[in-house]
Nanobody, 125 residues
């Protein structure tokens, strides 16, 4: 059984920064594709970004709404994936989820097999 546990959410003013963490257990995640998603009240869960491994290199891909502001990284020794969020805006307010899969996955939430419980991020004006 693979489990993902998120932390790091909270309240921050517009323009501020937060770093979310996603700790994995159950197996080694060094070659997993890891995605970040978010969901605001009354809205569909949307893709934020992903990190995948190929040929010994890690690649990242981001939604246009967060490109240049958010950064995904991982620490394989700690089985942890991070989402660094800078220049936060009120529209970034949502519950943020990390997700993982053994097979390459894209931007659709249904493509990911493993999910964290979510962590609330609130950005005030």
């Amino acid at each position: 059984q693979v489990q993902l546990v998120e932390s790091g959410g909270g309240l921050v003013q517009a323009g501020g920064s937060l770093r979310l963490s996603c700790a994995a257990s159950g197996r080694t995640f060094s070659r997993f594709v890891m995605g970040w998603f978010r969901q605001a009240p009354g809205k569909e869960r949307e893709f934020v970004g992903r990190l995948n491994w190929s040929g010994g290199i890690y690649y990242t891909y981001y939604a246009d709404s967060v490109k240049g502001r958010f950064t995904i990284s991982r620490d394989n020794a700690r089985n942890t994936v991070y989402l660094q969020m800078n220049s936060l805006k009120p529209e970034d307010t949502a519950v943020y989820y990390c997700a993982g899969d053994q097979v390459y996955s894209g931007t659709n939430p249904s493509e990911y097999d493993y999910w964290g419980q979510g962590t609330q991020v609130t950005v005030s004006s």
